[in-house]
């Protein structure tokens, strides 16, 4: 079975219609990058594959899916890695593997952009799930933290996972399909 | 989903968020008699219904805090994504939410009770009636809160929408200290209390599933 099946998806934000007809599978070990101008509706793509946003015609068929997107849904009072472990059992292997283990013990508030942007792909790293779904997962990072990031992408689909992503930033994804919006 | 209550917990913990409502309850407490003039007899006649007014007033104050965050945050999409219904979210909130809310009240209407010279008998009816109408108007602080979540300036919707809403549990909540427990006031209260509790997680949900387009 196919990790993430879109068939004949539509999508209708705000009345307009941003695109239609689309289908994608990916298998294990797949990828697919979903490339557009701003606008273009790659994040409402990302969305309607995790089942947040209806799509306007089209079905959505997914296996369990871990998501980081723009917003980082950590308690910012708590400190990184318990704030972590809210979501996931054990985070140490997303904290070993975007370099967060020095500020495993700050509190997230004091954390900057980019920090928090490898929080969120540190709670996809250790998720465990089958199927990652990565909104602009570049954006913010510095060069080590993209390098990590494209680590972690590999290691997940040598892994037999699959990655959904969207990114205006060059990604590095062998073998991905393209999916171009706009 | 404990995990969630605990949380829910913890949040309004943090901050003293929690002690917000209960420094407001007292606050009133200690004015009303100011205002009314220091008439015992007078003070305990009016006191029970105003400190009703002053829960309904305090349980205003936590709506900005209890979904808005969370929905700005990502973290009600994480816990979608994760398979649990928007329904079930709002229950977990719900329960957090009364078990910060509920009981401090409950304790800071003695000291209120004395304030007001409030008779024991009233205060016991007082406290009773807290017990039954303070999940309820939880539950309204949850349906405004999610109702509101992710408007400009929804405090203010908020107190426009939960004020005239309140005013079943307003009135058989100090109905109840008045006439004492013939005049079937205490089961009007349970009803209202219970119907609002009932329907508030499926009000929530549908209004932070609605909140996503």
């Not at chain 1, 273009?40 to 969305?47: H, Y």
């Not at chain 1, 494209?150 to 994804?173: D, K, V």
């Not at chain 2, 400009?152 to 919707?157: C, D, E, K, S, V």
């Not at chain 2, 079937?184 to 209004?207: E, N």
Request: proline letters at 6%; one cysteine or more.
């Amino acid at each position: 079975m196919s990790l993430l099946a879109l068939d004949g998806i539509a999508c209708m934000r705000g009345g307009r219609l941003l695109f239609e007809g689309l289908d994608l599978r990916l298998e294990a070990g797949g990828a697919a990058l979903v490339t557009g101008p701003n606008g273009a509706g790659k994040s409402s793509l990302i969305r309607l594959a995790a089942g947040l946003l209806r799509p306007a015609a089209g079905t959505v068929d997914r296996a369990e899916a871990a998501l980081a997107d723009e917003h980082p849904a950590l308690d910012e009072r708590r400190r990184l890695g318990d704030s972590l472990a809210f979501w996931v059992g054990d985070p140490a292997p997303g904290i070993e593997a975007m370099g967060l283990a020095p500020l495993a013990g700050m509190p997230v508030r004091i954390l900057s952009t980019g920090q928090r942007k490898r929080a969120a792909l540190a709670r996809v790293v250790a998720s465990g799930a089958p199927l990652w779904l990565l909104d602009e997962p570049a954006n913010g990072l510095d060069s080590d933290g993209q390098k990590r990031l494209e680590a972690a992408m590999a290691a997940h689909r040598a892994a037999g996972g699959a990655i959904f992503a969207a990114s205006h930033q060059p990604l590095a994804l062998d073998g991905a399909q393209s999916v171009a919006l706009g | 989903m404990t995990g969630l209550v605990l949380r829910e917990l913890r949040l309004a913990a943090a901050g003293g968020a929690a002690f917000l409502p209960l420094v407001f309850f007292l606050l009133v407490a200690t004015l009303f008699p100011f205002a009314v003039g220091p008439d015992g007899p007078l003070l305990a006649r009016t006191g029970g219904g105003a400190l009703w007014m002053a829960a309904l007033l305090a349980a205003l104050l936590p709506v900005d805090r209890l979904i808005e965050p969370d929905r700005a945050a990502g973290v009600l999409d994480q816990l979608a994504l994760r398979g649990m219904s928007e329904e079930m979210v709002a229950l977990a909130k719900l329960a957090g939410h009364w078990l910060s809310f509920g009981p401090p009240l409950m304790l800071a209407a003695i000291p209120a009770a004395a304030l007001m010279k409030l008779p024991a008998d009233v205060l016991l009816r007082l406290e009773l009636g807290l017990l039954i109408g303070t999940p309820g108007l939880a539950a309204l602080t949850l349906g405004v809160a999610a109702l509101t979540a992710g408007l400009r300036r929804g405090g203010a919707l908020a107190g426009l929408l939960m004020l005239p809403l309140a005013v079943p549990l307003l009135i058989f909540g100090a109905g109840y200290l008045e006439r004492g427990g013939g005049s079937g006031a205490l089961q009007w209260l349970g009803a209202i209390s219970l119907l609002l509790v009932a329907g508030a997680p499926f009000v929530a949900g549908a209004a932070i599933r609605a909140s996503r387009d």
